[in-house]
């Protein structure tokens, strides 16, 4: 059987949620230890499904795909010292990788979701991306506008210029998509989705319906390692 999601997982995360200080923390470690122990426990065996339609999980292990729970506050003026979700970035050349991918966020109160695509790539890679969807217009549209995509995700999501992106018009047939400084695919899921036996199912049928659209962000990064 497929591993799963304790309720103790979402309990923990909502809570952090609620008392996000040192002090809670620490005397709940034990509690999150127990919680980021199932969550990898969970990346572990979604890799191993991953594997036959995606090789980039092939050799990977959920805990050097899971993001650290401690907050960087020096510069922010959010000064809670933990993150109250947790979070894990499936893509080629590992989590710290610019290249397109998947991720899991798994978060108590019903904000959890799945994802994929492109967040913010440097300079170069954004040129790249902009010039294929371009150049690709209807292959791209293709996969973003099809029935199964929209039903999922409800199309493309990021943050976007407000202007122009430089070198292009406003006339552009593509310009809709040109916008985005990020391209990503999100479906939010429900606590109930999240603790089910199916779980595993719901995110690996997302997951394979965001592979064509990373495959898609990931060819033009390709022909730059040429």
């Not at 103790?8 to 980021?36: C, I, V």
């Not at 122009?164 to 406003?170: L, V």
């Not at 109930?192 to 394979?208: H, I, T």
Request: charged letters at 25%; proline letters at 5%; hydrophobic letters at 35%.
């Amino acid at each position: 059987m497929p591993a799963t999601i304790a309720n103790t997982t979402l309990t923990f995360l909502a809570d952090l949620t609620q008392y996000n200080t040192r002090e809670w923390f620490n005397e709940h470690k034990k509690q999150y230890e127990a919680a980021r122990k199932n969550y990898i426990s969970f990346l572990d065996d979604l890799l191993e499904h991953m594997q036959p339609f995606e090789p980039i999980a092939i050799g990977q292990k959920g805990k050097d795909l899971i993001f650290r729970i401690y907050r960087d506050v020096r510069f922010s003026n959010d000064k809670r010292p933990y993150k109250d979700h947790f979070g894990a970035y499936i893509a080629e050349g590992g989590r710290k990788s610019i290249n397109p991918g998947y991720y899991l966020h798994l978060a108590g109160n019903n904000n959890s979701f799945v994802a994929g695509g492109l967040w913010f790539p440097p300079s170069e890679q954004l040129k790249a991306v902009r010039q294929e969807i371009d150049y690709n217009l209807d292959e791209f549209k293709g996969i973003v506008a099809s029935s199964d995509f929209q039903a999922k995700f409800g199309g493309v999501s990021g943050e976007q210029l407000k202007t122009t992106p430089k070198g292009y018009d406003k006339e552009n047939p593509a310009i809709e998509y040109l916008r985005y400084k990020s391209w990503n695919a999100v479906m939010p899921l429900q606590d109930e989705v999240v603790l089910s036996n199916g779980f595993m199912d719901v995110v690996l049928d997302a997951f394979k319906s965001i592979k064509p659209f990373n495959e898609f962000l990931m060819n033009p990064l390709r022909d730059l390692e040429a």
